[in-house]
């Protein structure tokens, strides 16, 4: 059986060189601009942080309960995972406008998370003191990866769901106050408290703070290693330190543990594209998004493998979802053009990569780094013409 590399479109010319050195370019520029839709490479693992705790009983483990316990604010942001939530738990926290799910208000938060700069002006709006992030931090990493350069805000509170900022907090928290939350799991079995604190390990490794993670892992596996979980969250954590051999190690341990975990799915994905093994990974995302077809990141990431598998169909095909998903929800498609017009043009397809990369320029808040490089592939691709 071919693989899925050399059945996809094997017969589409490769991008000329200048265009490689172009993306390439652009790539480098990117991962310093540290976006969504710049961000080619952003850690897509946990894409279904409550739906792999579904199957478990403890609604403690399932929901953001123990994080809302105690949790005050005058001003507080949040997350559109964490609405369901506090609606349920905590009405009292979500502010004027923010019992509906379809308000502005609900929406402009939602969106806040892929677009720091629209943060910063609900920011200037409401004056928060305290941020709720509930779910998978690769679903927030752009507010995240702001949160953690700015640093104006401090971590008060981690656990398996939800991660708690402060403005100006007097103190930061520490890997030891994860032993106060986890004795609210009362008689919870070995397994759940191998799944809690694993879980919080994830957190930790999207905060960068590697030597907790660390710590929590290693008392995860003491309690219980046969629970996938814990082989997930290390093999994101070696994933973050560029460990490619342990964290497939890992990301496997997990699967044989589990069939179709879906966070280790994600992560085995991309050390199969951080290694060059673009087949593979094609492969396994395409599985990924067959479960999770509606998820932006998963999307863009199967589009990023697709690429370099030389599937320059699929690649626009779901650039195309992603646009259209996008434009549905009010978000930026801008950045996602650029890649299609880039998909375009390594496909042979001149007018239609032509078309895009005029359409995402027509945004006038297209980050100069993406601006660029569609000028210079519409150079490139005009000077073939003649």
């Not at 640093?151 to 403005?167: G, K, N, Q």
């Not at 069939?259 to 994600?266: N, S």
């Not at 498609?333 to 042979?348: D, E, I, N, P, T």
Request: glycine share 6%.
């Amino acid at each position: 059986m071919p693989s899925p590399a050399s059945a996809a479109s094997t017969d589409s010319p490769a991008p000329p060189r200048g265009r490689r050195a172009l993306l390439a370019r652009f790539l480098a520029q990117s991962r310093r601009a540290r976006t969504l839709q710049a961000g080619a490479l952003a850690l897509v693992v946990a894409a279904a942080c409550f739906s792999l705790l579904g199957r478990r009983a403890n609604p403690l483990l399932t929901t953001p309960a123990l994080a809302l316990q105690g949790l005050q604010a005058r001003s507080l942001y949040y997350n559109g995972p964490a609405w369901p939530a506090l609606r349920a738990r905590r009405p009292d926290l979500l502010g004027e406008g923010g019992l509906s799910l379809g308000s502005e208000r609900v929406r402009s938060f939602t969106q806040a998370v892929q677009n720091p700069k629209l943060f910063r002006q609900l920011d200037r709006q409401e004056r928060f003191d305290k941020l709720l992030l509930v779910g998978d931090p690769s679903q927030y990493r752009p507010l995240l990866e702001h949160l953690y350069e700015t640093r104006d805000w401090a971590v008060v509170y981690v656990d398996h769901t939800s991660l708690v900022f402060e403005r100006g907090a007097a103190s930061k928290w520490q890997v030891g106050q994860v032993e106060a939350v986890m004795a609210k799991l009362g008689a919870a079995s070995a397994r759940d408290r191998a799944t809690f604190l694993a879980l919080t390990a994830g957190k930790l490794v999207a905060l960068h703070d590697a030597a907790a993670a660390r710590t929590l892992l290693e008392r995860a596996r003491a309690l219980d290693a046969r629970t996938p979980e814990v082989w997930s969250v290390q093999a994101q954590y070696h994933l973050g330190r560029g460990e490619w051999k342990d964290c497939e190690a890992a990301a496997d341990r997990a699967l044989e543990l589990e069939h179709g975990h879906l966070a280790a799915m994600g992560t085995k994905a991309q050390v199969l594209y951080a290694t060059k093994r673009f087949g593979e990974a094609y492969a396994i995302s395409k599985k990924l998004i067959e479960r999770l077809p509606d998820d932006p990141a998963m999307l863009f990431y199967h589009a990023k493998i697709a690429h370099e598998a030389r599937a320059f169909g699929e690649e626009a095909k779901v650039l195309r979802k992603l646009i259209a998903l996008a434009e549905k929800n009010d978000r930026p498609a801008s950045g996602y053009r650029v890649y299609l017009g880039q998909s375009l043009a390594s496909a042979g397809e001149r007018d239609p990569a032509l078309e895009e990369f005029g359409k995402a320029m027509e945004d006038p808040d297209l980050p100069k780094a993406q601006r660029d490089f569609a000028i210079d592939c519409m150079k490139v691709i005009r000077s073939q013409g003649q």
